[in-house]
């Protein structure tokens, strides 16, 4: 199975993307890919919600 991550952008593009962080979940300590478009991310693991970091 392919993912859509292999497919490599120049940097410019990415100013209105949305990326991937890592969140550590404050619940169960998971670290979790939350994207940052996603208004409100949860945790996989546990289903905790997660707060981003501006
Ligand atoms: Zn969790």
């Known amino acids: 199975m392919q993912t859509e991550k292999e497919i490599i952008k120049p940097a ?3 100013v ?13 300590g998971a670290e979790v890919e939350v994207w940052s478009d996603e208004e409100e ?14």
């Open 41 to 54: 991310p949860r945790c996989t693991a546990c289903g905790a919600e997660l707060k981003k970091e501006d």
């Open 16 to 28: 209105n993307r949305p990326f991937p962080e890592e969140v550590v979940c404050p619940s169960c």
């Open 12 to 14: 410019c593009a990415e």
